[in-house]
């Protein structure tokens, strides 16, 4: 999947969470809109506690994302992280994050 399908797919997810479509003003001033370097982030920044602490957030287990999708994301700059990366692990774009990876 490209990159633009990506954004496409982020684009619709947008319309329903707590992420804001970065391409237009977002209607909820209180959540701050997706950055590129958000997906820089999620390979950089390490899950701060419980039972995966220490791990990337790239490298959290599909299950692990899908408990907080299903019991709510923190509201903060993690739980977007969090969020952001459950939709590209249930969206198979995982690999997009391996340049990134690579960069560091």
Not at 19 to 28: A, F, G, K, T, V
Not at 41 to 50: A, I, K, S, Y
Request: glycine fraction near 6%.
């Amino acid at each position: 999947m490209s990159l633009l399908s990506f954004h496409l797919l982020h684009y619709q997810h947008a319309q329903r969470s707590n992420i804001c479509d970065y391409s237009s003003p977002c209607q909820h001033p209180e959540i701050k809109p997706m950055q590129p370097k958000d997906l820089q982030r999620l390979v950089t920044t390490q899950m701060p506690f419980g039972k995966y602490q220490g791990r990337l957030i790239a490298d959290l287990p599909g299950q692990y994302l899908n408990w907080f999708a299903r019991e709510g994301f923190p509201k903060s700059d993690l739980g977007r992280l969090l969020e952001l990366m459950h939709e590209i692990d249930h969206n198979g774009l995982s690999e997009l994050l391996t340049p990134l990876r690579n960069s560091r």
